[in-house]
Nanobody, 118 residues
Framework: QEPVVESGGGLVQAGGSLRLSCTAS??????????MGWYRQAPGNERQWLGS???????NYADSLKGRFAISRDNDEATVFLQMNNLKSEDSAVYYC??????????WGQGAQVTVSS
């Protein structure tokens, strides 16, 4: 089983909303997780950190995204969500979730394409 698996993504109009999901295997989620979060990468750009949620449930966000993006967690489903609102064309990118364990190792999702049409 993969440590983390993403779902969601797709095409949305500017101003719309989209939610991405990232489900971790229970072994990683219950025993070893320090934080889960999200990055994105647009063509020609560096990977940009968006935010994360700690083992204790505290979210942190990149300053540029506060107010539009929100990260939450469902412990029963071992899933973290990225809710994206008021999407803009510049939000188009491949979105990656990650799980960081207490040893500092990173595990990545397969990536989800988000395309915002103007």
């Amino acid at each position: 089983q993969e440590p983390v698996v993403e779902s969601g993504g797709g095409l949305v109009q500017a101003g719309g909303s989209l939610r991405l999901s990232c489900t971790a295997s229970r072994t990683y989620f219950d025993h070893n997780v320090a934080a889960m979060g999200w990055y994105r990468q647009a063509p020609g750009n560096e990977r940009q950190w968006l935010g994360s949620i700690s083992r204790g449930g505290t979210p942190n966000y990149a300053d540029s995204l506060k107010g539009r993006f929100a990260i939450s967690r469902d412990n029963d489903e071992a899933t973290v969500f990225l809710q994206m609102n008021n999407l803009k064309s510049e939000d188009s990118a491949v979105y990656y979730c990650y799980l960081r364990n207490i040893q500092g190792q990173m595990y990545w999702g397969q990536g989800a394409q988000v395309t915002v049409s103007s």
